[in-house]
């Protein structure tokens, strides 16, 4: 049936290297990071269902890893491709982990042994790793990475105490980077996005004030799995919050940054508002919002059992800047929309809804690619063929295309399998 490459391993690539490999399609599945999941392996739970992100995502994962035809390449990149649809030559460069992926089983013995400890970026550098990790607890594949930026042996050639622990003899210094060429029908690119950086925005105070920290933050610090194992509690002094506002279109449907809507911003804050009751029947939660998007199925009802159970407040206003007081507690300084009227707000804790944004890397890839971008650096899709690039044989799916929601993702990816497979199969019609 031929082959077809799925570049990034989040639920959109995930959704569709399944479809694919389902219909009997040779898989390569290329994934930056040392493990598949993306941003949804970061979240807690999922609107409007409230399940457990995990739950959902983890089993998919796995059948990735197990299907025959599937071949992961994660901690790799695409750096060519050429050739035309349905006969396309790819370059997959595969970045050096230092530890054998045949050999290694995960089983953490060597990262308890490692004396060097840096920031972990799945946990927004709330919590600590060290230079050899696990990505994520429930990572695919189960295999440690060596971060050679951090580690003392690459740096300096001393130390080695993973090399002592490993009772595999998994560790191997000596790995290079490495090309792999694959030939495919057909592309389908499903990178994701990164967040917006609130750091230029001086005026919502964050870095400055401790208190104040992004959603995807938020998720860290109410999943069990994160640095406070689920516990809500402030960064400052580890109390926890009783009252907390959520801030929206931080850094969007601004003329100055960006200019579009990021379509889950709305209720992603009322997710986490709710989440917040549910940790604690006492916390009081705001959503400081200027207009409200609830547009997929389910989305109005969440919003209104929201207010009715879980006693979250929406406030229509505009936010100018965002204080401290002597106790480290976020003012929020606000234009309320009803009265016209300048107020104030004091939370133990406050949330920036940050725009959701192209990956740096994307221009680079779709330069690789030969695919154009739209205005805002996503990738540019035709109007009439949601999931068809510039490029023919190359398709898009997710964020990559512009913001959307988990479901949406889903059903693009299968969209997109369904176009890909058309180019693979006899005749490549």
Do not use: W
């Not at 995930?14 to 898989?27: F, N």
């Not at 799995?225 to 959520?246: C, N, Q, V, W, Y």
């Amino acid at each position: 049936m031929g082959e077809v490459l799925v570049i990034g391993g989040g639920i959109a690539g995930i959704q569709a290297a399944l479809d694919l490999a389902d219909m009997g399609i040779q898989v390569h599945l290329v994934e930056r990071l040392p493990s598949i999941g993306g941003r949804m392996a970061q979240l807690d739970k999922t609107f409007p269902t409230n399940d457990c992100s995990t739950c959902i995502l983890s089993p998919k994962m796995n059948d990735c890893a197990r299907h025959p035809n599937i071949t992961l390449h994660t901690y790799a990149e695409v750096t060519g491709l050429e050739g035309e649809v349905g006969d396309f030559s790819a370059t997959i460069l595969k970045h050096p982990r230092y530890v054998d992926e045949t050999k290694c089983t995960g089983c953490g013995e060597c990262a308890q042994k490692c004396p060097a400890r840096v920031p972990d970026t799945f946990d927004m550098g709330m919590r600590r790793r060290r230079a050899i990790y696990l990505y994520f607890s429930q990572a695919v594949p189960q295999v440690m990475t060596i971060d050679p930026d951090h580690c003392i042996y690459l740096r300096r050639s001393k130390c080695g105490a993973c090399v002592l622990a490993c009772q595999r003899e998994a560790i191997d210094f000596e790995q290079k980077a490495r090309t792999v060429c694959v030939n495919v029908g057909a592309v389908v690119v499903a990178t994701g996005y990164d967040f917006f950086d609130p750091r230029g925005l001086a005026q919502f105070g964050y870095e400055r004030c401790p208190n104040v920290i992004t959603a995807l933050e938020y998720e860290r610090l109410v999943s069990a799995s994160g640095p406070t194992e689920g516990h809500l509690l402030r960064i400052s002094d580890g109390r926890p919050a009783k009252r907390i506002g959520f801030i929206q279109c931080v850094g969007s449907r601004d003329v100055r940054h960006q200019r579009f809507c990021s379509a889950v911003c709305c209720m992603h804050s009322s997710k986490q508002a709710v989440l917040a009751a549910e940790h604690d029947a006492g916390v009081e939660s705001y959503v400081f919002y200027t207009d409200f998007r609830a547009s997929g199925k389910g989305f109005r009802e969440y919003v209104a059992r929201a207010e009715r159970e879980y006693g979250v407040h929406y406030v229509r206003s505009r936010v100018a800047r965002i204080t401290e007081d002597g106790n480290h507690n976020p003012s929020i300084h606000y234009e309320d929309a009803e009265t016209s009227r300048p107020a104030r707000m004091t939370v133990d804790l406050a949330v920036l809804a940050t725009s959701l944004i192209p990956r740096p890397t994307t221009a680079a890839l779709a330069q690789v690619l030969g695919i154009e971008m739209d205005p805002y650096g996503f990738v540019r899709t035709e109007p009439f063929s949601p999931v068809d690039t510039t490029r023919p044989g190359i398709f898009a799916a997710g964020c990559c295309r512009g913001p959307a929601d988990i479901p949406e993702s889903v059903m693009q990816a299968s969209a997109a399998a369904a176009r890909a497979a058309r180019f693979v199969g006899r005749g490549n019609r």
